[in-house]
């Protein structure tokens, strides 16, 4: 398309979005409503493109790009969801949808399945981990250059439908049917729970969705009857989720009658969270861990606790997101999540950082906060400027508490300086080391018949760490030696890590993770 057609059609869209916006806006606030007269010149013009335009337009895509530019000039977190976007968060958030229920990797163009959940219609089928899928509904599927959209729409779909695959299984050359019927598959938003020393319990928490509280709950349950008395919660790597499943959470720690937190914004009055008599752990000790990339409902959690001084906070700064949206949703299945309020902790602040200086510099501030060497040391955490201000707010028993920059922990814990490389990323990002375990891993892993047994007495041996390596070189082609060596403890944590989920699944997974975790063991200490 012409560049100063394709301009003018952007523009003309802009504007007609952005009364578009105050639509959604004031009908959902205040129940004002703006209606374009018949005349309008630009829902005219754009209707006039649509109609005689010389050249196709993909106006989908057009509007899309168009309502996003618009949303991020207001804020970084106002978004346009694509309707496969918004129907995965959704499903994520929700705490299911309807399918098989398994995790996979596509590798050399055949889908290998990587986890099976637990009671889902593919458990129930007898899909295995490490099962390969030959053909689908007896037409070819592997070698059809797959990929994850193929995979989800072969996978999911309507309940009680029927899915029918041909696997192979383990080391059998032979190909085996199997029929699936498509149910809901409910998903925990809970990672994993377990007792981690005497006495203490340890839960991790990826996002804060719609089944988050009851999925505590019943792990507390477990644990006190295995003897928990206190508990480390980590919300490392949790980017957030429900604003009510965070305020939930923080009804577990708490008597009745606490403030937990409270919204406003322009369109949105003052509202007050307060916590019940319903509390699940409410007597004892509790260590949160957080970390750069904690964000959203993790930091209304945190930041409650830390001011109520419920909770000794362990680890790194957070992220620093203090604005809450609400999603607004379009008949095509996208949808608009738009800003409508800011959080508040108990003390008053607000931890939401700046972003005067547009979206670019706002996502990149976590990596100047590493340049400036924030993430390796305690004073360099304090040298920011938000933190050389006087601070008005103070916690329940007068600690000094700081707002405008995420949440600033009580107990700060540095960065792996050494083996946390790019190689290693680029080693994770890719799933490599699932992958190897796959294909290269499953005769090793029959040697052992428990967890245990394996976690003991297992360790990598040089042989496999070089096969991993040069494994790896097919996908990452050039690997940096200095990096090889720098990430050499991390690279035989995960591929062990990935071993031991591959037949015990995520428990036995965290757990060899978190043996020597600096931050988990520090929290502990401190209980």
Known sequence: MNRNIQTFLKTIMLLTIGAIMGIWVNNGFSGHRFVFSKDDKLSRAVKLVHDKYVDSINSDSLEGETVNQFLQNLDPHSLYLPPQRATTLNETLDGGFEGIGIEYLLINDTLFVNNVITGGP?????????DKVITLNNQ??????LNDNTVDNAFRGTKSTVVQMGVL????????????????????????AYMVAPQTGYVKISKFAATTDKDF?????????????KLVLDLRFNGGGYLNAATAMADEFLPAGKLIMYTKGVHEPRTDYFSTDSGTFEKGKLAILIN?????????????????????????????????????AFNDGSAINLTVARYYTPSGRCIQKSYK???????????????????????????????????KYHTANGRKVYSGGGIM???????????????????SNRRLFDAYVLQKMRPTLSKYASFDDFNNHY?????EFTNFIIYATKTLKELDSDEIARSADNIRLYLKAAAARAKWGDEAYFKTINHDDATLKKAIEML
Request: no cysteine; net charge negative.
């Open 122 to 130: 593919a458990d129930k089928a007898g899909l295995a981990i490490g």
């Open 140 to 145: 070819k599927f592997a070698g059809t250059h």
């Open 169 to 192: 299984h383990g080391t059998s050359p032979v190909i085996k049917n199997i029929s699936i019927t498509r149910d809901r598959v409910t998903l925990s938003s809970l990672d994993v």
């Open 217 to 229: 709950q019943a792990a507390i349950k477990t644990l006190k009857a295995q003897g928990m008395q």
């Open 292 to 328: 750069e990339y904690s964000a959203s409902a993790s930091e209304i959690l945190a930041g409650s606790m830390q001011d109520l001084d419920r909770a000794t906070i362990v680890g790194r700064r957070s992220f620093g997101k203090g604005l809450v949206q609400e999603q607004f």
């Open 357 to 391: 200086n547009g979206a670019g510099d706002y996502h990149n501030e976590l990596t100047t906060r590493m340049q400036k060497g924030e993430l390796f040391s305690a004073k360099s955490n304090m040298d920011d400027s938000i933190f050389q201000q006087p601070s």
């Open 409 to 427: 922990p009580d107990v700060f814990v540095p960065a792996d300086t050494m083996g946390n490389t790019t190689l290693f990323y680029d080693l």
């Open 459 to 463: 360790q990598v041996s040089p042989t």
